[in-house]
């Protein structure tokens, strides 16, 4: 406990008690528990990054392999993590996840970002208390009273993103309007951007770890792989959004997806090779030169 302190870090067990009591909707529990976080050390943007990887273990837990290299859990954080996820549905989480990225980004618009913290876990009870009012018949009017203002809230919010943007196209519109052309449709279009954008570790792990399963309607759905890097959906998230200014989700799936893209332009290279070894030309040339070795082709515009 002293060297946490020191360090300023909590572990994960006191972020699965506070989703607990989330899930719970014990607002005073919940915020009681962030202060001893805070008081313990733990900057924002530290809390609301390791708040993102345990919604990612949430999300994936059925997917991850305990012997796998990425794997940060202990046997209890594990079993915790397991009986949460049976308690929160799927939407819930990318929303928790989209709904977080959305606070680091505006922070530090408020001076004192703590106060900034303790309203997005209170919103987070109200998201969460939406979808129970929704999936059950048991809606309690306190519980209706709480979506209506969290519902209320929400549309003010949207309004001053709009002036927000309003106020940003008025002082930059050139940006604006090169941003707005960014429009990815493909695995393929995102690689092409991260390499002119100088994004190479991003563009790295979409060409060597990524199968994908679907990509549509700013929805990516790709195949579990644990040589991803833990932050990879999000900075992907944060990338796609900063590029086309549209929000975009990207999930795991069981299903095993396409080859990545490493693998496809190899089967490619090996698919022309054998095909051009049937030809003439390089019979000709294996004939003349019996230990030669085809090892690339390249094709000429000409």
């Not at 699965?16 to 989330?22: K, P, S, T």
């Not at 999936?135 to 209706?144: A, E, S, Y």
């Not at 999000?234 to 990207?250: A, G, Q």
Request: charged fraction near 35%; glycine fraction near 2%; include cysteine.
């Amino acid at each position: 406990d002293t060297v946490q302190k020191i360090f300023g870090y909590v572990d994960k067990s006191s972020y699965l008690d506070l989703l607990e009591f989330i899930f719970n909707a014990n607002e005073k529990d919940v915020i009681d528990h962030y202060k001893k976080i805070y008081n313990s050390g733990v900057e924002p943007n530290i809390f609301l990054n390791e708040f993102l990887e345990i919604l990612y273990f949430l999300k994936n837990i059925s997917l991850i392999k305990v012997e796998g290299t990425n794997f940060s859990l202990n046997d209890n954080d594990y079993k915790r993590i397991v009986s949460l996820a049976k308690k929160i549905e799927p939407n819930e989480i990318l929303l928790f996840w989209e709904f977080t990225l959305k606070t680091i980004k505006e922070i530090h618009i408020v001076s004192n970002p703590n106060l900034s913290l303790e309203m997005f876990l209170i919103q987070l009870i109200y998201i969460k208390n939406k979808f129970l009012l929704k999936n059950t018949d048991k809606g309690h009017k306190r519980t209706k009273k709480i979506v209506n203002n969290e519902e209320n809230f929400m549309k003010k919010n949207d309004l001053i993103s709009q002036i927000k943007n309003i106020k940003q196209t008025d002082e930059k519109p050139e940006k604006k309007n090169n941003e707005s052309m960014i429009n990815p449709q493909s695995l393929e279009d995102i690689i092409k951007i991260c390499l002119e954008k100088k994004e190479m570790k991003l563009k790295y792990e979409l060409e060597n770890y990524v199968n994908l399963v679907s990509f549509s309607n700013n929805i990516i759905e790709i195949s579990f792989n644990e040589k991803l890097g833990k932050d990879f959906v999000k900075d992907l998230s944060e990338k796609l959004f900063n590029w086309t200014n549209r929000r975009w989700i990207i999930s795991f799936s069981k299903k095993k997806g396409e080859v990545t893209r490493k693998i496809s332009k190899e089967q490619i290279k090996q698919d022309k090779i054998k095909e051009f070894k049937k030809t003439e030309d390089y019979l000709k040339l294996h004939q003349d030169f019996e230990d030669v070795e085809l090892i690339d082709i390249e094709e000429k515009n000409d």
